[in-house]
């Protein structure tokens, strides 16, 4: 379904990825694991083309397709979704106006008002969020974990295939962080889509079980596991060979 390879990337000619290659299947879920900087957040960016990230080398193919030769709202189109890891507010555009132009757009269909909320309503009620939460701006003054829960709106109204998730675990409550894990995992079961979580902690894979877990090292995967490497990094770091376990003096 996606493969990305032998990719590298630079930003005012820096190099921040390099030689990176990954290939997702369908209804696969994938983890990346990596240091602040390593290029995970470069990664998800590339992936929906933002024009601030230079390929050099490398390519990357979705659904058979090259994807470097898509504008981002083709990729959209596409399947492809990304939840950034800081959801940016857009005061003055309703919610409710842009999701429903953007679902018309996605499936060439026109929606009545009525039958929007009704699919509006019903995720609304799904993931634990109020009504007129439809009807306010874009992100706007909207909390951290508010702000991932209209990622999930969008989400389950746009019913993308490939999702990417870019910490939509930070600055969430425990109680919301397992309301969003608990959508998340029923969207994958009631969807033949696939995942690309990135995470530091594990909370969210007890629900969303990676088939893979790869770690980034300075712009590169390094190593790739099972999901019990997510469990092995939460519990000892990045740096095993300094296990925590192994430096316990037991006198
Ligand atoms: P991560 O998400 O793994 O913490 P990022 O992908 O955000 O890391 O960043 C990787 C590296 O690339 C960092 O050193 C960051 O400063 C740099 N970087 C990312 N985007 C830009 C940019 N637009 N301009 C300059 N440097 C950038
Ligand atoms: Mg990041």
């Not at 390593?38 to 230079?54: A, E, F, H, R």
């Amino acid at each position: 379904m996606l493969e990305i390879n032998n990719l590298t990337v630079s930003v005012s000619d820096k190099i921040i990825l390099k030689d990176f290659s990954l290939t997702i299947k369908e209804h696969e879920i994938h983890t990346l694991m990596g240091l602040n900087g390593s290029g995970k957040s470069t990664i998800c960016k590339v992936l929906m083309g933002d024009p601030t990230y230079k390929i050099v080398e490398g390519s990357i193919f979705y659904k058979g397709i090259d994807l470097l030769k898509q504008d981002t709202v083709s990729r959209a189109r596409m399947g492809l979704y990304l939840v950034n890891q800081n959801p940016i507010e857009i005061p003055g555009v309703k919610n409710s106006e842009m999701l429903r132009v953007a679902l018309e757009q996605k499936n060439n269909k026109h929606y009545s008002v009525l039958e929007f909320y009704k699919i509006v309503n019903n995720i609304l009620e799904k993931i634990k969020l109020d009504k007129d939460f439809i009807h306010r701006g874009i992100n706007e003054n909207m909390s951290g974990g508010e702000r991932k829960k209209n990622e999930l709106l969008h989400l389950w109204v746009l019913e993308p295939d490939l999702i990417i998730l870019d910490e939509i675990d930070s600055g969430v409550d425990i109680d919301n962080l397992n309301i969003i894990s608990e959508s998340l995992k029923e969207y994958y079961e009631t969807h033949n889509a696939s995942f690309l979580i990135i995470t530091h902690h594990t909370n969210i894979l007890k629900k969303l079980v990676p088939n893979y877990v790869h770690i980034l090292n300075d712009g590169k995967i390094i190593e790739s596991k099972d999901h019990t490497l997510a469990f092995d990094i939460e519990n000892n770091g990045f740096n095993r060979t300094n296990k925590v376990s192994e430096s316990i003096d037991y006198e």
